[in-house]
């Protein structure tokens, strides 16, 4: 087992396009859980919404990427109104069982046979990152050294836009939250009722941040779409929502490069127990184990991960133990 191949693999992964969509994805998350204590448990929902605009509108209907980006962003800014009217004025709960059902049924839509015509099924999208690769600046055929670890031109591309992203998306969080509006937020997270009573709209406020953070979401499947260059529906089960919140947990809720340092981290460590798996099994040392298990471990890794920092560092590794909990009244 060569260590040093998989630590330059997991490195590849901590700093890659992969790792920096998830990044953004769990920055909207942040703002939801982090700032306002929304319990969102659907954002691949907004991830979904936000793909597939570009999907179909460049693969269906030969639009250009840009418009493909804001149908995405137009679809997530219904979806949020859809699922905050009816239960933002409610309790905390309402909004976790209405997003994780409503992210799991737009799924289920898009992979059914009916939605074949605009969606391809299960079959997904293809061919969308024309327009994108059109734009890049790097030569395609060639690969480029960064340290211990090298990418071809095309993913060179997309991570230096994608991290540029991350970037701005965390200066905005920052910029938001220093301001009258984010201290409200903060304020709603801590005591709404004081904040109501005070003359501020609490549903208000809570919906633009549930706008705001899907667009975020939608944004990072859009992305998803263009680095892959095709999309399918099970490509946005549950699981991917539930990676986002062991991100924003790693991290630091309530932090701006909580997100971003959970997400370096969250795939350095996935891709090293990966790495770990495989180079046992090929040593003979895991022979009760066959190929798809190690996805299983995975996946039973990123649980214990969890567990772990809810038992032993609630506040993730930069953040504050009382951005954690849910009610801090």
């Given at each position: 087992?060569?260590?040093?191949?998989?630590?330059?693999?997991?490195?590849?992964?901590?700093?890659?396009?992969?790792?920096?969509?998830?990044?953004?994805?769990?920055?909207?998350?942040?703002?939801?859980?982090?700032?306002?204590?929304?319990?969102?448990?659907?954002?691949?929902?907004?991830?979904?919404?936000?793909?597939?605009?570009?999907?179909?509108?460049?693969?269906?209907?030969?639009?250009?990427?840009?418009?493909?980006?804001?149908?995405?962003?137009?679809c997530a800014v219904a979806l949020a109104l859809l699922l905050g009217i009816p239960t933002l004025r409610l309790r905390e709960d309402y909004l976790a069982i209405t997003t994780i059902a409503a992210a799991e049924v737009l799924r289920l839509l898009y992979r059914a046979e009916f939605a074949?015509?605009?969606?391809?099924?299960?079959?997904?999208?293809?061919?969308?990152?024309?327009?994108?690769?059109?734009?890049?600046?790097?030569?395609?055929?060639?690969?480029?050294?960064?340290?211990?670890?090298?990418?071809?031109?095309?993913?060179?591309?997309?991570?230096?836009?994608?991290?540029?992203?991350?970037?701005?998306?965390?200066?905005?969080?920052?910029?938001?939250?220093?301001?009258?509006?984010?201290?409200?937020?903060?304020?709603?997270?801590?005591?709404?009722?004081?904040?109501?009573?005070?003359?501020?709209?609490?549903?208000?406020?809570?919906?633009?941040?549930?706008?705001?953070?899907?667009?975020?979401?939608?944004?990072?499947?859009?992305?998803?779409?263009?680095?892959?260059?095709?999309?399918?529906?099970?490509?946005?089960?549950?699981?991917?929502?539930?990676?986002?919140?062991?991100?924003?947990?790693?991290?630091?809720?309530?932090?701006?490069?909580?997100?971003?340092?959970?997400?370096?981290?969250?795939?350095?460590?996935?891709?090293?127990?990966?790495?770990?798996?495989?180079?046992?099994?090929?040593?003979?040392?895991?022979?009760?184990?066959?190929?798809?298990?190690?996805?299983?471990?995975?996946?039973?890794?990123?649980?214990?991960?969890?567990?772990?920092?809810?038992v032993f560092r609630p506040q993730g590794l930069i953040g504050d133990r009382k951005e954690m909990l849910v009610n801090v009244k």
């Open positions: 087992m060569d260590i040093l191949s998989i630590l330059a693999d997991s490195t590849r992964s901590a700093i890659g396009p992969v790792a920096a969509i998830y990044a953004v994805a769990a920055i909207g998350l942040n703002l939801h859980f982090g700032y306002t204590g929304l319990l969102n448990f659907g954002q691949v929902g907004f991830m979904l919404v936000g793909a597939y605009g570009v999907g179909i509108s460049v693969a269906v209907f030969d639009l250009p990427l840009s418009v493909g980006v804001l149908v995405g962003l137009a074949d015509p605009l969606t391809s099924s299960v079959y997904g999208l293809q061919n969308l990152a024309g327009d994108f690769r059109a734009l890049n600046p790097f030569d395609a055929s060639r690969f480029y050294t960064l340290g211990p670890v090298s990418y071809n031109g095309n993913h060179l591309w997309v991570l230096v836009v994608t991290w540029s992203l991350v970037l701005l998306l965390a200066g905005l969080t920052w910029l938001l939250m220093h301001s009258p509006w984010g201290r409200v937020i903060k304020g709603i997270r801590e005591d709404e009722d004081a904040v109501r009573s005070l003359g501020k709209n609490v549903f208000a406020y809570k919906m633009q941040v549930l706008v705001l953070g899907g667009l975020i979401g939608a944004l990072a499947g859009a992305i998803l779409a263009v680095y892959q260059a095709s999309i399918a529906p099970d490509q946005f089960k549950p699981q991917v929502t539930f990676f986002l919140w062991v991100i924003l947990l790693l991290g630091g809720a309530g932090r701006v490069f909580g997100p971003v340092l959970g997400s370096m981290a969250f795939w350095f460590l996935m891709t090293f127990t990966d790495g770990v798996l495989k180079g046992f099994g090929a040593m003979g040392w895991l022979p009760f184990l066959s190929g798809p298990d190690y996805g299983a471990l995975q996946l039973a890794f990123a649980g214990l991960m969890l567990v772990v920092l809810i």
